[in-house]
């Protein structure tokens, strides 16, 4: 039982370095820092800290006010507060514009009224887009934190007459406290590898991170020592972070599924209009860019020649594969030391893992004809640390509570997770499942380097048909893709929600 | 006969030993103060710890290496006896099959083994949808399904009312005495010893004595199990 | 490493021993796609050849180097002349045999390795509508007034951008970091590629978009819009062209030479306008498109050879990044 675990660790860590020594040995040596790569490095963490900051701060009210208001409709609310984070860069792009943007919303209602027009442009539209992705995931860490105050301490807290300012430092200040750190770790790990994003609303080189640093070693310079480099920074960066955040989480806020029943608690009667603000806002400013989305490119969605059907089949398919890969290999991995090998994966450079996968079985066989193998492993790889960070809790105390039992009447591993592991962790592994499908399914990532036309998956033809001009087709894809990343997202939580 | 044989475990800073012994199949009761390692004993006898030195056998058979699944050992714990999940029937399934698809024999026997134990009729019920005595009842008809000549019991039916928990000590009883096993049972009640157990073991002092008669040791208890009881020493 | 891909590269090639000879092309992604020139051209050629065409999109440059000599790549089609320094230094490819002469460009043609099969001029696009006086230099570009933006493309990541850099090195001289200096806060934002930037130029975000001057075209014939304008500037305009290059270690030599000579036939060149959206390099203005022969094109014509490029590109992306980052 205990090889599994070992096997798999090794596995993942063969699966991070060796591609990453590959390309350095490959390399040699590669050309020595730049001023623009140093500026990059500190742009990338000056905003990652900044997004993290930002997506934190505003959580708390949001949550806050989620946690103690029942209304109509609250349960769709954090089911959809999903939704963002899973959403392909390139579709979230387009709808923040479509909001946002010169000629968005926004700036036709203030020219209506005769405001100046603001403009995103800059480190603000990164911030934009990084609030927009993280903002959700963050509120939900607290949210679940706001709930899990038991309902004794808010009833002595009653009981003390505790109000305002003093009620928040008993009962408040205790649970963000220990839920913040690690929801801004895992914000600023996250944003640390973002690239398209940042590229596009960043306005200029000012907002160049360590990701296109690699992008430009990489393909234009093709440095890839330099490349090899760059991301070991990265890695390091993010790495570092991810295992201060697994060893200072002491509750695992992030542990339960999109799916927890919350109940609404009795915290307050007071504070309804700064509630209904903060709600009313969190839903314009979620929820606006898909409305745009849909409203731009839905109406030519069964418009879409067949090929850009069938590259959606092959999404479908690379994003079943990815998924159970990931399963596969978070399941052997569920326990503390597995979730640090596993977050490895979170910030290696894709370009770089791709090039070093591609040198390591070139000798062997011709990796364009494994593109999508290798899609689906990469994506397995990246999916994993947030799907350990679901995972890992839970079934350390599923293994607590039942291992003497399965010992006892000699279930092996494979009886274990099938009649244990699995049932027990239905609902995390559901909530997972549909993370790693959903960002599967968006993720462009090295078939664009793997890419071959008999094999183009959904986001490649987006691109494609924006390359050869086709911008309305381009939306409607779009609005395909988003379906079908939310569609996998709602259907694997739906079957972690349902009774067996 | 569950014979010990220079027995030594240690873990954490913990040491205990274990008194060279044989038991024959009788009801023993384990005995002791909080924390002086009755728990961890039936660990080292169902398997879950392994030992620093020393043999334990069943007959002639060293199963001192030997896997828990693997021992002549069934296990009712203090909780965690049922997957929740589960039904009762697929709970007590497990433990004969891993497949889905059960043979009529197995069928049977679970059957039986839950009329036995005065569960027919609710095969399909899950953990939570019945009561304390009917988990603990359940916990037995596992092991009588696992059909080991050892049984030993991990403090069962401690959160069971006293009506209830005599009960089922006398269940245990009388499935002991039906098959001609040997238990051991871990309790905290002496009342429970006096109950169904001949015999008790003392654990102590960093040290797993030997059997002795249970009215003679609740009678003159020595003085670290004294204290424990709550009895002054007889000097 | 070495000793593993040569058998592995053995090993494969007597392992081809299929009835239909195939012609392995690497090129990129958009010129493979089901829009793009690609599928036309793989079709015309193999009703002539008696071979199985067989595309491999990806990125150029990067796999081949990655491959090294034992690529599987026959012919690489899609390359660019500010890559071509670097091509060439990998020694993986052989002149192309075809007869320069034969090429009708805005400049003379000398190199024998790499030979253009379509070309344009970098241009900026802007939407007529909005930008109401024709733009006639790049100076005209830093006097736009505030709601009329131009996105462009990072010449670190994008060959347009590259291209535009390098444009307006060659105008500017010492003087390019002035220029961008002006021009800053004009520039709405800079993409990572070229789609990204025509796609905000397409949705309103942008008025002005560095494309090619030969966009119009698409959107003239597939939309029948002309309000998609080419700025024709006095300066002049960088010449871009795309290139094909044969692989030296190809093993189908006789197809590799057949498939150059049908580049520079009126079959392909013909293809080229409608697909790639982009001025034939072997042919008359009196056989191409009506749509393209109309489109306004500068009198003159810039252009660095790849020594001059190389020398160029990094100091002028460094100048143009330290600029745009203040």
Not at chain 1, 342 to 365: C, E, K
Not at chain 1, 439 to 447: E, K
Not at chain 2, 55 to 64: A, G, S, V
Not at chain 3, 187 to 215: H, M, Q, R
Request: charged share 15%.
């Amino acid at each position: 039982m205990k090889a599994i675990p070992v096997i798999a660790g090794g596995l993942v860590v063969m699966l991070v370095l060796f591609p990453l020594i590959t390309v350095w040995r490959w390399a040699e040596t590669g050309s020595s820092f730049s001023p623009a790569d140093w500026a990059a490095l500190r742009f990338t963490v000056i905003q990652s800290v900044l997004s993290a900051g930002v997506s934190c701060v505003l959580a708390i009210p949001v949550a806050r006010a989620l946690a103690r208001r029942s209304f109509w409709g609250r349960s769709v609310v954090i089911t959809l507060l999903g939704a963002p984070f899973i959403l392909p860069v390139i579709v979230a792009v387009m709808g923040l514009l479509a909001v946002f943007g010169q000629n968005g919303i926004l700036n036709t209602m203030l020219a209506a009224i005769g405001a100046p027009s603001v403009s995103i442009y800059g480190l603000s539209g990164v911030l934009l887009a990084h609030v927009f992705f993280n903002m959700p995931l963050v509120t939900r860490m607290i949210l679940q934190g706001w709930v899990a105050i038991p309902s004794e301490r808010l009833r002595l807290a009653e009981s003390l007459g505790l109000r305002g300012w003093a009620r928040f430092r008993v009962l408040e200040w205790p649970m963000l406290y220990n839920i913040l750190p690690s929801a801004f770790g895992i914000v600023f790990v996250i944003c640390l590898s973002s690239f398209a994003v940042a590229l596009t609303l960043g306005g200029g080189p000012r907002a160049t991170t360590l990701e296109l640093a690699i992008y430009q070693a990489f393909r234009f310079d093709f440095d890839l020592g330099k490349a090899a480099a760059l991301a070991m920074v990265q890695l390091a960066l993010a790495g570092g972070t991810a295992m201060i955040t697994v060893f200072a989480a002491g509750k695992d806020p992030f542990a339960k599924g999109l799916d927890s029943a919350f109940s609404a608690t009795t915290l307050a009667h007071d504070g309804r209009i700064i509630d209904g603000v903060a709600i009313t806002l969190a839903i314009i400013f979620l929820g606006m860019p898909f409305v745009m989305i849909v409203g731009h490119g839905g109406g030519a969605i069964f418009d879409l020649p067949s090929s850009v059907w069938w590259a959606a089949g092959r999404s479908i398919a690379i994003a079943v594969g990815s998924t159970v890969l990931c399963l596969v290999f978070a399941l052997a991995l569920a326990r503390r030391w597995g979730e640090v090998i596993g977050s490895a994966g979170i910030a290696i450079s894709p370009l770089v893992l791709g090039s070093g996968l591609f040198l390591m079985i070139r000798p062997i066989t011709n990796p364009f004809d494994w593109a999508l193998v290798i899609t689906m492993v990469m994506n397995a790889t990246l999916s994993l640390p947030f799907v350990l960070r679901i995972l890992r809790p839970q079934a350390e105390s599923i293994r607590a509570e039942y291992q003497h039992l399965a010992r006892t009447i000699g279930l092996g591993p494979m009886a274990w997770v099938r009649w244990v592991l699995i049932p027990r962790l239905r609902r995390p592994i559901g909530f997972a499942a549909g993370l790693t499908a959903a960002l599967s399914m968006g993720d462009l990532g090295v078939i664009v380097l793997f890419g071959t036309s008999d094999h183009a998956t959904l986001p490649l033809k987006l691109y494609q048909l924006m390359g050869s001009y086709r911008m309305d087709q381009a939306s409607a894809a779009a609005v395909l893709l988003l379906t079908l990343s939310l569609g996998a997202f709602w259907i694997c939580e739906y079957w972690g929600r349902k009774d067996a | 006969m569950l014979s010990f044989e220079s027995v030594k475990m240690g873990f954490d800073g913990f040491d205990l030993s274990v008194a060279d012994m044989a038991l024959d199949p009788n009801i023993y009761a384990v005995l002791g103060p909080s924390g002086a390692g009755k728990s961890t004993f039936l660990s080292v006898i169902a398997g879950f710890l392994r030992l620093k030195s020393g043999f334990i056998r069943w007959n002639t058979t060293d199963m001192t290496k030997s896997s828990p699944a693997d021992r002549p050992v069934g296990m009712v714990f203090q909780d965690h006896n049922l997957f929740p999940h589960l039904t009762l029937y697929r709970n007590l399934a497990l433990a004969l099959t891993h497949r889905r698809r059960i043979t009529d024999d197995q069928d049977r026997a679970i059957r039986s083994a839950m009329d036995r134990v005065g569960l027919g009729g609710l095969e399909t019920r899950k953990p939570a949808a019945i009561s304390g005595g009917q988990q603990s009842r359940a916990a037995l008809a596992r092991v009588l399904l696992q059909n080991r000549p050892i049984t030993i019991l991990d403090e069962p039916f401690a959160a069971l009312g006293p009506a209830l928990k005599n009960e089922m000590l006398d269940l245990v009883s009388e499935l002991a005495h039906e098959r001609g096993n040997t238990v051991l049972m871990v309790t905290h009640d002496p009342n429970d010893a006096r109950r169904i157990a001949p015999k008790s073991i003392l654990v102590a002092d960093h040290m797993v004595h030997p059997p002795v008669e249970t009215k003679d040791l609740l009678s003159s208890p020595p003085p670290s199990f004294a204290e424990y009881l709550g009895q002054v020493p007889n000097s | 490493m070495k000793h593993l891909t040569l058998a592995a590269g053995l090993l494969m090639a007597t392992s081809v021993v299929a009835q239909t000879p195939v012609l392995s092309v690497y090129a990129p992604d958009y010129f493979t796609s089901e829009w793009g020139p690609g599928p036309s051209i793989e079709a015309a050629f193999e009703e002539t050849c008696a071979c199985d065409l067989q595309f491999s999109p990806g990125d150029l440059l990067p796999r081949l180097m990655l491959e090294g000599p034992s690529t599987d790549a026959d012919i690489v089609i899609g390359l660019n002349t500010d890559i071509t320094k670097k091509a060439r230094s990998t020694g993986l490819f052989a002149p192309h045999g075809q007869n320069n002469a034969d090429l009708d460009l805005p400049i003379a043609w000398t190199d024998d390795v790499f030979l253009p099969f379509d070309w344009s001029y970098v241009s900026f696009i802007y939407d007529a509508t909005r930008v109401t006086t024709p733009l006639k230099s790049f100076e005209d570009l830093t006097i736009l007034p505030d709601d009329q933006k131009i996105v462009i493309q990072d010449p670190r990541s994008s060959i347009s951008g590259l291209a535009l850099v390098l444009w307006v090195k060659a105008v500017y001289g010492d003087k390019a970091a002035d220029f961008w200096a002006r021009l800053a806060p004009h520039i709405l934002t800079v993409t990572k590629g070229w789609s990204e930037a025509y796609g905000l130029f397409t949705d309103g975000e942008a008025a002005v978009v560095v494309s090619f001057n030969t966009s119009p075209a698409y959107h003239i014939v597939a939309e029948g819009d002309a309000t998609k304008k080419a700025a024709i500037f006095d300066e002049g305009h960088y010449a871009y062209f795309e290139l094909v290059a044969k692989v030296a270690g190809t093993d189908q030599p006789e197809l590799v030479d057949q498939f150059m000579a049908f580049v520079m036939s009126d079959a392909f060149q013909s293809l080229i306008p409608m697909t790639n959206w982009s001025y034939p390099a072997a042919q008359p203005v009196s056989d191409w498109p009506e749509a393209f022969a109309a489109l306004p094109a500068p009198s003159k014509a810039v252009f660095h050879d790849e020594n001059t490029a190389a020398a160029l590109r990094d100091v002028a992306i460094e100048e143009w990044r330290s600029v745009l980052s203040q």
